[in-house]
Structures are given as C-alpha cells and as structure tokens.
C-alpha cells in the first residue's frame, strides 16, 4: 500500500470516530467507508515482470484507449495511450530498464484524460529512459479528478523494467511512446497491469541503423 493512504485515511477514521461519539454509529459509516475506500484506492500489488529479451511493460493499470502514429522532431513513434479510472491501481512503473536521461513537468489544464487533446495540452510529467539500445519515453498526465502527479526519481538514476518509479492520484492518463520498429502486443480496448502487460518488443534495428549511416557517412570524407 502507497503511505499516502494513510494521509487520507486516517483524517477520515478521525473524523468517523468523533462523529460516532456525537451522534451515533450510524452517522459515521459514510466517513468510515470514505476511509477504507482510499486504503483500497492506494494499494500497490506485486507484479511478475516479464524477464523476456526487448519486452517493453506497462507503466500503469488501465485500458488501451489509443495506438497513434506520432513524429518527433522526425522521428516516426508509436503512441500507446492508457486510461486509469478511479478502480485502477495508479503506481507508476518503469517501462524498460535504463537510465532516467530526461524528466520535464508541464504545466497544463486538466481536461478528461480520455480526451485526445490531454496528451499535449494536460499537466504532465515527462520522463525518457534509455535502456537495451532504445529510449522510450513516458507521459505521467493529470486527469479530470487527478490534480497530483508524484514522481519518486531523479535525472541520472538507475531503473530496473517494471520498478515503481510514482503514481498519479485518481483518474488519469499514461502515454508511451516507442520506435515505429517495435512490435506492438496489444490492441485498443485491451486491459494492461502495471509491470506485468507487455506492450511491445523494442528492436535496437533503428538505432543499430543510423549508427552504421553515421561510419558510413565518416568513412565517405
């Protein structure tokens, strides 16, 4: 369980107490469920995470709701788009493992995170890991409900593929985006469990590519 249950939950049993004293048990129980309902909202399951060669795992529970064809800065990527409901578990894991060689948070509005437009106009954390030959980036982005994105790592540290790196609060979105070459796994309307869904297999045949063009390139002068 994330600890930030207890800072929701423990006000609320608070709170039911006083108010079961005053005026009844009765009077309490919607403060009680309140409670046990953000101990459940935050709990954080173990995961099997896959140990198969170039497998890419989700950073999130939710449902696929988008495979998008994107470019950045000319580079054709794939985006894997999925929503977290209120039901969902909402830590955050590490998509591959690698070194955090980026992470830039965007302020923004906080649209419905099933709304295309969230991917680019939400507040969101941006976050690339560079791992195996590949670099994968990933969007942590607010929702509706979800005015909190937490973030537990830093620039330059260490991941291993499906480590828990934060979690967004409530509703919420997670964006991946990988090279056109990988082998996407899932398809939209599927579920996906943070660190233990397999979204893709990455290829290092891009980035092994543009390297021999650039020793072709040195070798030509």
Do not use: C
């Amino acid at each position: 369980m994330v600890r930030d249950a207890y800072f929701y939950a423990v006000p609320f049993m608070a709170a039911a107490g006083l108010v079961g004293w005053l005026a009844g048990a009765l009077w309490s129980l919607p403060l009680l469920l309140l409670a046990f309902f953000f101990l459940w909202f935050f709990r954080d399951p173990e995961r099997a995470i896959p140990d198969a060669a170039g497998a890419l795992v989700s950073p999130a529970d939710g449902k696929v709701t988008a495979l998008s064809p994107v470019s950045d800065h000319g580079v054709s990527q794939v985006r894997i788009s999925i929503f977290l409901s209120v039901f969902d578990v909402h830590v955050n894991r590490s998509p591959i493992a690698g070194a955090i060689r980026k992470v830039a948070y965007q302020k923004g509005k906080f649209l419905n995170a099933m709304n295309a437009a969230s991917a680019e106009q939400n507040e969101q954390n941006i976050v690339t890991v560079e791992g195996d030959g590949q670099t994968v980036v990933f969007k942590q982005i607010a929702g509706l409900l979800a005015r909190r994105i937490v973030f537990t790592k830093k620039l330059g540290d260490t991941v291993e593929r499906g480590e828990r790196i934060g979690l967004i609060k409530f509703g919420s979105r997670v964006d991946i985006l990988v090279d056109r070459s990988a082998s996407v796994q899932v398809k939209v309307g599927d579920r996906v469990k943070g660190g233990a869904s397999i979204l893709a297999y990455l290829s290092s045949e891009p980035q092994l590519a543009a390297a021999g063009a650039r020793q072709g390139s040195q070798g030509a002068k």
